[in-house]
């Protein structure tokens, strides 16, 4: 099962840039990187970058990070994918693009 990463572009940089990083602000602050399924990525991107151009949809394979990546209560009771290490640039199955248009952020068709 894939799971997705929103980065934005200077966080997508460092990850390529150091191979791995703690993530966003938010994810340091909480302990652990913060990740979507493929049913909650488009509302986690509306709601928590909505105005934000140049923004990257990463994918990763879930079964691929281990013990680390634990399915904790969020949003309205869902089950969200948390990893409680880094994320690293070898786990990216692959990255894309999420460019912002008139009616929010663009998402590729094909996400699998």
């Known amino acids: 099962m894939l799971i997705y ?15 791995e990083t703690m993530g966003a602000p ?20 509306a709601k928590h970058f909505s105005d934000e151009p ?8 879930a079964d691929m990070l281990g013990d680390a990546l634990k399915w904790e209560p969020s949003r309205g009771g ?7 290490a880094p994320l690293r640039l070898t786990d990216v199955r692959w990255s894309r693009p999420l460019p912002l248009g008139l ?9 699998t």
């Open 5 to 19: 990463k929103i980065l934005r572009p200077g966080e997508w940089a460092a990850l390529q840039q150091t191979g």
């Open 103 to 111: 009616g929010g952020h663009m998402f590729p068709d094909d996400m």
């Open 78 to 84: 869902a089950l969200f994918p948390h990893l409680y």
């Open 26 to 45: 938010i994810d340091v602050s909480d302990g652990y990187v913060h990740f979507s399924t493929l049913e909650q990525v488009r509302e986690t991107t």
């Open 54 to 61: 140049g923004l990257f949809v990463l994918a990763f394979d």
